[in-house]
């Protein structure tokens, strides 16, 4: 059983930053695996955000987020993070990270099979 428990997140204003850290356990030793990070705002759906692959280290991010955020994974401290910069009003989500053991369709919330309890992120203008 893979256990993901999300922290870091917060409130801040507009062109600030956050960093949100996901760490994770019970997973054991795999080759082949992915962490994503979604998000969900009140009345929309959720959606994929950033994803980091244990090969090579591939990262993918969505449009909307693609030169603000970046994604990282430490193995020694089993833990990925997600450095949020530039932040804006629209950012303003529950964040979840979220695992699956095989690594295609990296921002399919629909594809991940283990997922945290979300940390809010409030973004003010």
């Known amino acids: 059983q893979v256990q993901l428990v999300e922290s870091g997140g917060g409130s801040v204003q507009a062109g600030g930053s956050l960093t949100l850290s996901c760490a994770a356990s019970?997973?054991?030793?795999?080759?082949?695996?992915?962490v994503g990070w979604f998000r969900q705002a009140p009345g929309k759906e959720r959606e994929g955000v950033a994803a980091?692959?244990?090969?090579?280290?591939?990262?993918y991010y969505s449009d909307s987020v693609k030169g603000r955020f970046t994604i990282s994974l430490d193995n020694a401290k089993n833990t990925v993070s997600l450095q949020m910069n530039s932040l804006k009003p629209e950012d303003t989500a529950m964040y979840y990270c979220?695992?699956?053991?095989?690594?295609?369709?990296?921002?399919?919330?629909?594809?991940?099979?283990?997922w945290g309890q979300g940390t809010q992120v409030t973004v003010s203008s």
């Open positions: 979220a695992y699956k053991p095989r690594t295609w369709s990296p921002l399919n919330p629909s594809d991940y099979d283990y």
């Open positions: 019970g997973y054991g030793i795999r080759w082949n695996y992915m």
């Open positions: 980091i692959s244990s090969v090579a280290g591939s990262t």
